[in-house]
């Protein structure tokens, strides 16, 4: 028999592996590293070599309420979106230990600030909203906002405090599963062909596997013909070189947000943007992110700009992830805007639909059938 993890190719032995995973991104580790709980053996195929990867340049907001949209689909997310927040603090405390790199979660809340009378306007909506579902938000007046983050412009008009939306570090997270996963993530292997029990990669190899789980990120639509496509984000990474503490809370402001990290750091984004696999960062993408931020915290000019970078988020048609069953292949992906938060709660149902114990209520938001395979709703 082949140690767990053990690479044996398919001539030698039929089965050499419980689960391959293709794709090594957040959403592919945390699926990884819950089976590997469950006690199957797992092979992380990763690329490695994508322009656009998501992970790296998002944010990490978890932010299910601020995030919270009007309509069907938007409840639907919300309903994921909560239960995925409700794992966090425990997957984070559980990933810390495991890997001995701290996630950084950072439970300072968020403030959901109006800059003139029709964002004010909007954000008594946005709040009006949230009570009717029973969301926990607190209207500020632009004075008490401004005493919890002194930062913040004179010009500032209403606010709304999210206390419960948060923030993680998603290279800390990314780092803390790779170093759990160790020897199970194999970089370098990009995946050419997947089938049921069957991954072939680039290098000619065939693997043979109990079951196949893609979670190849905007990259999932080549392999299996979902109507998953990349949805381009533009960020710009600051340093305070004096440190941390010019703003606490995670700011967020009609189409921008800053979101702190312990350290000093700062995360403003995010443009949206539909041009397929492009990833160039622009010239009109950084200075809209950056007027916007300077504008509601002018302190920001003095910090300095360590990385300008774009991602691919892995958009669906109606904004809901895809995470189910295609053609005998497992499939955790489609999670746009909100993988980072969504990632736990994944590896979760995708654990429990690989061990026989699905979570019928959740993965039936997210079940890949909604969709005819040319992308239309079914
Ligand atoms: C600008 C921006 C800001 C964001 N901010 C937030 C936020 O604040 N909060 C939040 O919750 N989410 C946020 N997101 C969304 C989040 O980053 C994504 O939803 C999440 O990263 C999706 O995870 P994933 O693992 O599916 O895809 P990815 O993170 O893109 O990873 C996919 C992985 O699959 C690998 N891969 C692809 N094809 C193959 C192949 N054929 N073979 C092997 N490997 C392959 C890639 O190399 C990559 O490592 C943001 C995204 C962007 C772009």
Do not use: N
């Not at 990349?230 to 070189?241: I, M, W």
């Not at 750091?265 to 009109?284: L, S």
Request: glycine fraction near 12%; charge should be negative; hydrophobic fraction near 45%.
């Amino acid at each position: 028999m082949p140690a767990q993890g053990e690479l044996v190719t398919v001539s030698q032995q039929p089965t050499e592996v419980d689960v391959a995973v293709v794709g090594g991104g957040i959403v592919g580790l945390f699926c990884a590293w819950r089976a590997r709980e469950r006690g199957l053996s797992v092979a992380v195929f990763e690329a490695g070599d994508r322009d656009g990867v998501a992970w790296p340049v998002a944010a990490g907001m978890l932010a299910p309420v601020s995030e919270a949209q009007f309509g069907e689909h938007g409840a639907r997310a919300l309903r994921l979106g909560l239960a995925a927040a409700d794992r966090w603090p425990s997957a984070a405390r559980e990933l810390g230990e495991a890997s001995g790199i701290d996630p950084a979660l950072r439970e300072s809340g968020t403030l959901v600030l109006g800059r003139d009378r029709d964002e004010a306007e909007a954000l008594e909506r946005e709040a009006a909203h949230r009570e009717r579902l029973g969301l926990p938000v607190t209207r500020l007046r632009p004075s008490e906002a401004r005493r919890r983050e002194p930062a913040l412009a004179p010009t500032l008009r209403a606010a709304l405090e999210v206390p419960g939306d948060h923030s993680v570090d998603p290279r800390r997270v990314v780092a803390g599963l790779r170093a759990v996963l160790g020897d199970d993530v194999r970089p370098g292997a990009p995946a050419v062909r997947v089938a049921a029990g069957e991954v072939e990669l680039a290098s000619g190899e065939t693997v043979a596997a109990g079951r196949v789980l893609v979670a190849a990120g905007a990259w999932t639509g080549e392999l299996l013909g979902l109507p998953v496509r990349p949805l381009k984000g533009q960020v710009v990474r600051l340093r305070d070189p004096s440190g941390p503490g010019l703003v606490t809370h995670t700011l967020r402001f009609s189409h921008v947000y800053l979101v702190p990290r312990a350290d000093g750091r700062y995360v403003i984004g995010a443009t949206m943007e539909e041009r397929g696999f492009d990833t160039d960062v622009t010239a009109g993408g950084v200075y809209e992110l950056l007027r916007d931020a300077f504008e509601l915290v002018p302190g920001i000019s003095e910090l300095i700009v360590e990385e300008t970078l774009a991602g691919l988020r892995p958009a669906t048609p109606d904004t809901l992830p895809i995470v189910g069953e295609v053609d005998g292949v497992v499939v955790a992906t489609g999670h746009g805007r909100d993988g980072v938060l969504l990632a736990p709660l994944t590896g979760d149902l995708v654990a429990g639909l690989l061990t026989g114990a699905p979570d019928e209520e959740l993965l039936a938001l997210c079940d890949p059938a909604r969709f005819d395979r040319a992308g239309a709703a079914a």
